[in-house]
């Protein structure tokens, strides 16, 4: 008698898991709507507003030098190993593993490579904004600074915005921005921000970054996924293009592969040559020159004109006992033993 073996937790996701179809029929596509174009339009201005602030060292300037001089990291010290860890949901090595192994899997699930392609197109951004956003104001970080209340700009620094926070946006963010229902867009939209909002607070419980730089940050990485809908025609192209690369490499390794014969395939064969055809002369074939022979001195005669040895008597040993085949039983001596 037989008993079916209990399904498990785990068992049971692979299962449902497995119920999933392999291609969406349809997927949903971010456009750029009217409230989307507003949103990106207002985290624009913001973004202007947070740097004119800063470069004009206004009140948002003396605020940080006031959180500076607070210290968060000597205030709450006793949760300092729990900031060492959740920081590291902001930088880019880690998160972009753990999102691109995510993002893997569920491109080799749906055959299609829009979520990798996303991915691919939404660091790209945010290297070459934020990048450049670092590069050309040059912002000296609070364990840098030199001047008490000054900006710190223009002092070859790399600190504003904040890269640890912009990347927390956008890493987190890119799973609700290809979730495939609303209802999980909405979680996953809550779940990446609360989680970039840590990370930007836990720079600046650290020391590493001024709070201006953790809210330009935040709008940086907010600006790079709100324009990712420009860029799904070219992720729509490429993904075309890489398949038919796939498709041509296919074809070009079946067509210079040796083709068998098919199982029941006539085989033409060759006709015997008759006897005519075989006591037809046939043309000597070219052969390779031999290495010259070195003979010893004296006259060398052809095979020919050489006389022929035999061997004179027999080449057994002689024996007593043996007697020539042949012979009669009678004539044979007697032996005893």
């Not at 956003?133 to 600074?145: E, F, Q, S, T, V």
């Not at 939209?189 to 970039?196: E, K, P, Y």
């Not at 935040?218 to 709100?226: C, D, N, R, S, T």
């Not at 003979?295 to 007593?320: D, I, K, M, W, Y």
Request: hydrophobic share 45%.
């Amino acid at each position: 008698m037989r008993t079916e073996r209990k399904l498990t937790r785990l068992d049971r996701v692979f299962a449902r898991l497995d119920r999933e179809p392999e291609r969406p029929a349809h997927i949903d596509v971010p456009k750029m709507s009217r409230h989307r174009v507003a949103l990106l339009t207002g985290t624009l201005a913001f973004y202007l507003a947070i740097v004119w602030a800063v470069v004009t060292t206004s009140w948002l300037v003396r605020l940080d030098w006031q959180v500076m001089f607070f210290r968060p990291y000597q205030q709450w010290q006793g949760i300092h190993w729990f900031v060492d860890y959740y920081v590291v949901l902001g930088q880019r090595g880690p998160t972009a593993v753990m999102v691109a192994a995510w993002l893997g899997w569920r491109s080799w699930r749906q055959h299609t490579l829009r979520p990798m392609l996303t991915l691919g197109a939404s660091l790209l951004l945010l290297n070459i904004t934020v990048g450049a956003a670092k590069i050309g104001m040059g912002r000296l970080g609070p364990h840098y600074a030199t001047t008490i209340g000054s900006n710190e700009m223009g002092l070859g620094g790399d600190i504003f915005p904040s890269g640890h926070t912009a990347n927390a946006v956008v890493t987190w963010g890119i799973l609700a921005y290809l979730a495939s229902t609303p209802r999980a867009r909405r979680w996953l939209s809550a779940v990446s921000a609360v989680t970039a909002l840590g990370v930007g607070m836990a720079t600046v419980y650290l020391g590493t970054h001024w709070l201006s730089d953790v809210l330009l940050g935040w709008a940086a990485g907010l600006l790079v996924l709100l324009a990712l809908p420009w860029c799904e025609p070219l992720i729509a192209r490429a993904e075309v293009g890489i398949f038919d690369l796939r498709d041509r490499w296919r074809a070009r390794g079946s067509a210079t592969a040796p083709a068998s014969p098919a199982v029941g395939t006539p085989v033409l064969l060759k006709p015997r040559p008759s006897a005519q055809d075989e006591s037809a002369p046939h043309e000597p074939a070219a052969r390779a020159p031999r290495a010259p022979v070195y003979l010893a001195p004296g006259p060398h005669l052809t095979r020919s004109e050489r006389t022929p040895v035999t061997p004179a008597g027999s080449r057994r040993p002689p024996h007593s006992d043996r007697v020539p085949r042949g012979t009669p039983a009678s004539a044979r001596p007697l032996t005893g033993g």
